[in-house]
């Protein structure tokens, strides 16, 4: 059981990073990595809901739409539980945790959107992970996440002090440092653990 | 048909369960907000045009009812809407000077030697990638493809014969086209501001006079009959002094040129003929 569970967090962390090898949450991920300081708000806020999700979307899926013969309705239903649960989650830090809340700031209903959130969804129901597993699988995937735009945020505050030719100028030397970064991450794929 | 309607059903149920855990969520986890920025972002003119430099009318009042943005910043409400934000936050305003934005080019297509004829994709920034950063001969002129025309939320700018020209009735000064013209020629002056020359091209004058019929040559004219010493020619090319200016309109009279701008007058550049021949 212990040793699925660091499988499974490893593998989503690095091995299947979600950013660099399965590509997926790539708008947040360029958009957010501007700064480390943003980048961490948006990584802590994305680990949040990713973990959130995959508990309430397992339920959900497991007590609900399975027992009912309904599972390929599991797109739909986990993005309306994600829009729902970040709604929520965002009134409730307004009241209960207002630091935390003005620390995520804009970043919880940017969340809303991101398909990396969707994707631990959806990829817990096909591996068929149990209740433990998801969660897991859903706060690792986040902390990967999280690791990816920090690690490319404070590459991208080198950058800007380095000397480019002018016309690779903002996105395309961006986009092609995003390239070398996740080069970079290929060299855990094929690492065998357990 | 049993999946379909159950389909239907669960994701209706699981939807209204959702809509109700929110909307009781909402009234649990309710905010209070300062009432006063509500009752600002009723005040403003809300057409979220940016001009006032916070991201939106929402931004704006929010930051007013904070305390950190003075009361006079929407441009487009004018000294209306700054008196009305500042009795709401119980200040007195100063009221913020309207600004309009004005287009300091007359080169018509028949008043501006063209360059080449451009055919291009209908927009200024494609036609500058063609040689000499402009379709006319003039390297300063306006391009007339209406960059600005389309930022304009106002209905305020509008391409007539191939240069860009100010409704200054419907212009609130917001700023948009000032950021949209990719040569920087749209600018905000003064709605009190009643002469301005509307060229800026700093060749010399044989140069210009080749290259657009009213251009301006930096003759000095204006600056020597000029009674308030506001109007000067720098760089070959006529500019006023909007502290000096005393707004008779004197220099607009006697300009050879007919390119100072003289809105009390006229609305636009070029006197009829028979005017100009008296």
């Excluded at chain 1, 949450?25 to 990595?33: D, E, H, I, Q, V």
């Excluded at chain 1, 620390?103 to 994707?119: D, R, S």
């Excluded at chain 1, 690792?140 to 800007?160: D, H, K, N, P, Y």
């Excluded at chain 2, 929402?58 to 003075?70: K, L, N, S, T, W």
Aim: hydrophobic share 50%; with cysteine; net charge neutral.
């Amino acid at each position: 059981m212990l040793t699925s569970l660091l499988a499974i967090s490893l593998g989503a962390i690095l091995t299947n990073n979600f950013i660099f090898s399965q590509f997926l949450g790539c708008c947040p991920f360029l958009g957010c990595s501007n700064k480390v300081d943003t980048a961490t708000g948006m990584g802590i806020a994305v680990v949040f809901v990713m973990g959130l999700a995959s508990a309430i979307c397992w339920v959900i899926y497991t007590y609900i739409l399975v027992p009912l013969g309904l599972g390929f309705l599991n797109t739909l239903a986990f993005i309306l539980v994600i829009a729902a649960l970040v709604q929520f989650v965002e009134m409730f830090l307004k009241k209960s945790v207002p630091s935390l809340y003005s620390a995520l700031g804009i970043y919880l209903p940017l969340i809303t959107t991101n398909c990396a959130v969707l994707g631990v969804v959806l990829l817990n129901v096909q591996n068929n992970y149990n209740f433990i597993e998801s969660v897991v699988y859903g706060i690792t995937g986040g902390l990967g996440f999280m690791l990816a735009i920090v690690l490319f945020a404070s590459v991208r505050e080198r950058i800007a002090f380095s000397d480019y030719p002018e016309c690779f100028e903002g996105f395309p030397i961006c986009l092609v440092s995003a390239g070398l970064v996740a080069l970079a991450f290929m060299g855990f794929s094929g690492m065998k653990i357990f | 048909m049993k999946t379909i309607l159950l389909s239907i059903a669960v994701l209706g149920v699981l939807g209204a369960i959702f809509g109700a855990l929110l909307a009781v969520a909402a009234k649990i986890f309710h905010v209070e907000v300062d009432p006063r920025q509500a009752a600002v972002r009723e005040a403003l003119a809300g057409a979220n045009c940016g001009g006032c430099g916070f991201p939106g009318c929402d931004g704006y009042a929010a930051a007013v009812a904070r305390g950190e943005a003075p009361c006079n910043k929407c441009v487009a409400g004018g000294e209306a809407t700054a008196a009305k934000v500042a009795e709401i936050m119980g200040v007195t305003a100063d009221a913020a000077e309207k600004m309009v934005a004005f287009v300091p080019c007359s080169g018509t297509t028949e008043a501006a030697e063209a360059r080449f004829n451009y055919t291009g994709p209908q927009d200024c920034r494609a036609a500058m990638l063609f040689g000499g950063k402009s379709s006319k001969l003039c390297t300063f002129a306006c391009i007339g493809l209406g960059n600005c025309e389309r930022a304009c939320q106002f209905d305020a700018m509008h391409v007539v014969d191939g240069v860009a020209k100010v409704d200054r009735l419907n212009c609130v000064g917001c700023g948009a086209c000032v950021d949209a013209c990719p040569k920087s020629i749209v600018k905000l002056i003064p709605e009190k501001q009643k002469i301005m020359p509307a060229c800026r091209n700093e060749d010399k004058g044989a140069a210009v006079m080749k290259m657009c019929k009213v251009g301006c040559i930096g003759c000095m004219k204006c600056q020597r009959e000029c009674p308030a010493d506001a109007i000067h020619v720098v760089n070959n090319l006529a500019q006023v002094d909007t502290s000096k200016c005393v707004q008779c309109g004197h220099c607009a009279d006697i300009c050879p040129r007919h390119i100072i701008n003289y809105f009390g007058k006229s609305y636009f550049v070029v006197p009829p003929k028979e005017e100009a021949a008296q």
